[in-house]
């Protein structure tokens, strides 16, 4: 498994931006799906965003466009810039790292990624 270390998060305020970040080690060549995922106080972990190793994106509809994930492939790091944040958007962050099953654009999806970050917190007041 890939060995994921989130950092970035603290507390903004609504209408802010911030940058997290997402360091993979333990994996040779690229990781074939990385993605970011949330989870607030008493929901369920809610997937926001993927990217492919050849930089195909996919968002979920409550962060299209407010939120962009990106990922250097040579510091084998992952970014998510969240602008225009809301109170809505407080929750822990997660990424994840996992395998692409012949798949044009990585999943959102929680049981598609077999590895996780331990999360940063993300606070919007």
């Known amino acids: 498994h890939v060995q994921l270390v989130e950092s970035g998060g603290g507390s903004v305020q609504a209408g802010g931006s911030l940058r997290l970040t997402c360091t993979a080690s333990?994996?040779?060549?690229?990781?074939?799906?990385m993605a970011w995922f949330r989870q607030a106080p008493g929901k369920e972990r809610e997937g926001l965003a993927s990217?492919?190793?050849?930089?195909?994106?996919n968002y979920a509809e409550s962060v299209e466009g407010r939120f962009t994930i990106t990922k250097d492939y040579s510091l084998h790091t992952l970014y998510l810039q969240a602008d225009s944040l809301k109170p809505e958007d407080a929750a822990t962050y997660y990424c994840?790292?996992?395998?692409?099953?012949?798949?044009?654009?990585?999943?959102?999806?929680?049981?598609?990624?077999?590895?996780w970050g331990q999360g940063t917190q993300v606070t919007v007041s």
């Open positions: 994840a790292a996992g395998p692409r099953r012949g798949r044009e654009y990585c999943s959102t999806q929680e049981d598609s990624y077999d590895s």
């Open positions: 333990g994996y040779e060549r690229t990781v074939p799906c």
């Open positions: 990217i492919t190793n050849d930089g195909k994106t």
